[in-house]
């Protein structure tokens, strides 16, 4: 993936709503503590999961800094940044750019993984359909070609060209011409050479960052349809589903919560700190329309915390509800931040 | 059919060629009668074909050892490009599953290619005893020797992990060595004295060799865009560093229309294989490159090799600017240096080896050295060298000759381009060669004479830079010719 340039993070930031630049980072690299999760949905970002995860830590510190000697942002005495006027216009600018269209689809499958087995998919059937056997496996990537060697063997070649050429027909039929076109010329094939990302972009006109960006969003929408579709080719793409342990755990507590379990009796079947299940609900919470908050909070419990907090849940504080920590546990006071902000924002 | 017919015979079946170039023949004839052999022969001679026609014809596993990463994949990617599937690489890049599936199924590979550092780990070395090597190359084998300006410490154990191969056929390669250089390799590697020598002049007499002094990096640029305007295409100009090489590609195509592309190990392996498979195919004008490029391409009518850093040392700019002129037609060679080309070379290779103070502190101190080694290169040519049992005495005497060596090196190379006379005899006698050349127009460039660019192609239209990159078809043509089919 081509660095992307500090410009583009001005998407992730608001000029109403201060934000903390090292939330929007662990979302985006998959670094997900409750918490992180938590401001994440706050910030409405939670859909970008995963979806920079090679993202340079050092580097997206120097980059926000970079946007704020830009005046592009400003960072409060908390250390949370927001868009300036200036920035405003930028992020109105970007948003005319193309957009990935299904961000969510990172966090479920390995999408950069997809683009090398696309286009090693592609390359196999190209010279199968020109008889070529002897050539040069242009994608450099062992498990890719572990996964097309087996598929092959259950399938065979001929249904591989089927399949492929006519998902990909049907799904380029519905797509923008110029995208399709971006899509298909980074092809290896048989005496088909692929372009350069540069060239594409000197081209287009388009940013590299921009072609980047239809690649991987036609390559994550192209996974979905194959698997929507019902494709033969779905068993491919089910083999780069993300491992999403933090999400099977968060429901994991949660049925046996609603079995009526208590947190304790779980931790000890499952020898795990109290502390690691109740974060396990929390996040359960954030993942799940329909969480059972009454299993956890009753109405007196709820009363006395919207008593003791200010409106915008933005400025809530533990601190301020402390005095009464007894009744009040952190626990609670975190799922009624996540239950009025259900409430209060749009999902 | 005697078994000269049947190499001939094979050469044509298998590779499609009617004729070695020079030496291939020497060298095959030597391997297949049993005797070890020292190949040293120009770049684009084709020295890889001398050890994949022995695997192939013999039908014995060949074992590589080759010392650069970028060489090794570009050489892999060539056989592969040939169709030929039973081919690894063993190196640092292989992820630990990758490594584990491709040990045990070892002998299923007609062409290992090694890196010399993975023969420090347990599992390799047993894997590789417990196959049949029916030879084993060691490419770019000047390495070996700590005379040579390219020494790689793993190298250094080459000879015992030779005999612990049984001492197999063993077949050394490298473009370049002077007589010491030579002497080494033999005693390195334990080679006994009927070994063969086969040795081929390293001079190509199509490229015309020049220098452009500059007298800074806005007035290289300068010369850099006039030379490619004026040069027929395609050429290749060589950079030691990839910002810089992105940065004048991207003016050099600005300014002249050209069709260029930079290849370095920055990019991507699916970028590197788009540049390399359309320069083959006449898809681009100029590629501008770090030393990464071109080891394996075999394209036959690149005109120039223009280096816009003077490169470190004599060897690798010979062997670079061998990539040029491969049809015989003529080519020309020219390195734009500056006074301040000669003092990064020296930092450069200086801050590669540890000094004396340094080595004081490391030895006193392990963890020092442990850290240390983190973050710079010489460290951690200090671990390495520890690891193989080097004492910090002998280990400074052996870094003290190599900043020699090094520093000699680059003195040669600035003699080289300032030389007053013929600058092809200045190679030749660096290489230990006995004949010499008689100088002539198309020979080389003398002082600072100007270079008659047109003079020298009158033969060889320039390129108009009209042809522009065009817009290929639509998506839907695309996938036409991928599938074959028509809609
Ligand atoms: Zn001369």
Known sequence: MTEIKAENWLLFFSAEQARRPAVIRQILTKRLSNSALFWGMRYQILDYINVYPQLDTQYYDYQIDFLCQQKKLKRNKDGLVSLTQLGIANKNKLKENRQLACPQLFSIYRVSDLVWMIRLLIQVASEASWENKRYYVAVDNFECQMVVKRWLKKYGMHALQDSLLHDLTEFLGNEDQLDAWIFCAQFIGHNTIPLTVQQISTLTGLTLTEIEVVSLDLTSRFALHIVESRSTLTSIIQHFRSQNSLYEKSNAALALVKQGNKIIDIAQQKRLKESTIREHILNAAIFNIDFPFFLFLNAEEENRLLQLLPDDIDKWQYKMVESEQEELSFFKYRLFAIKRSRETLEY | MNIEEKMYDYLKKTFGFTDFKAGQKEVIQNLLIGHSTVAILPTGTGKSLCYQFYGKY??????????????????????????????????????????????????????????????????????????????????????????????????????????????????????????????????????????????????????????????????????????????????????????????????????????????????????????????????????????????????????????????????????????????????????????????????????????????????????????????????????????????????????????????????????????????????????????????????????GQNIDIESLFKQIKALKPEQKQEMPASYQEILQKLFKVSW
């Open chain 2, 58 to 447: 013999t039908q014995q596993t060949v074992l590589i050892i080759s010392p650069l990463l970028s060489l090794m994949q570009d050489q892999v990617e060539q056989l592969r490009l040939n169709g030929e599937k039973r081919v690894v690489a063993i190196n640092s890049n292989l992820k630990f599953q990758e490594k584990k599936h491709v040990l045990q199924n070892l002998a299923h590979f007609s062409f290992i290619y090694l890196a010399p550092e993975m023969l420090r780990n347990e599992d390799v070395l047993r894997a590789i005893s417990s196959i049949h090597i029916g030879l084993l190359v060691i490419d770019e084998a000047h390495c070996i020797s700590a005379w040579g300006p390219d020494f790689r410490p793993d190298y250094l154990n080459l000879g015992q992990v030779r005999s612990q191969l049984n001492d197999p056929l063993t077949l050394a390669v490298t473009a370049t060595a002077t007589d010491r250089v030579l002497k080494d390799m033999l005693s390195s590697l334990n080679l006994s004295e009927n070994t063969k020598v086969i040795r081929h002049s390293v001079d190509r007499p199509n490229i015309y060799l020049a220098s452009q002094k500059t007298v800074d990096e806005k007035d290289k640029d300068n010369y850099l865009i006039d030379f490619a305007q004026r040069l027929p295409a395609p050429g290749l100009v060589y950079f030691s560093s990839k910002k810089q090489c992105d940065k004048v590609g991207e003016l050099l195509q600005q300014k002249t229309g050209l069709r260029v592309a930079s290849y370095h190990a920055g990019l991507s392996f699916s970028e590197r294989y788009a540049v390399q498979q359309q320069f083959l195919n006449g898809q681009l004008d100029v590629i501008c490159a770090t030393s990464a490029f071109g080891m394996g391409i075999n394209k036959q009518d690149i005109r120039y090799v223009i280096h816009y850093h003077m490169p470190q040392d004599l060897e690798s700019y010979v062997q670079e600017i061998g990539r040029a002129g491969r049809d015989s037609k003529q080519s020309i060679a020219i390195v734009l240096f500056s006074e301040s080309d000669q003092f990064l070379q020296r930092r450069l290779a200086l801050r590669s080896l540890p000094s004396s103070d340094e080595l004081e502190i490391y030895q006193r101190d392990p963890e020092i050295l442990k850290n240390a080694s983190q973050e710079n290169e010489s460290a951690e040519l200090v671990i390495r060298y520890r690891q193989m049992g080097v004492a910090f005495a002998k280990m400074n005497q052996i870094f003290a000759q190599r900043r020699l060596e090094k520093l000699h090196a680059i003195q040669q190379m600035v003699d080289y381009v300032s030389f007053s006379e013929c600058k092809r005899n200045f190679i030749l006698k660096y290489f230990d060669e006995v004949n010499f050349v008689k100088h002539g127009k198309c020979c080389c460039q003398i002082g």
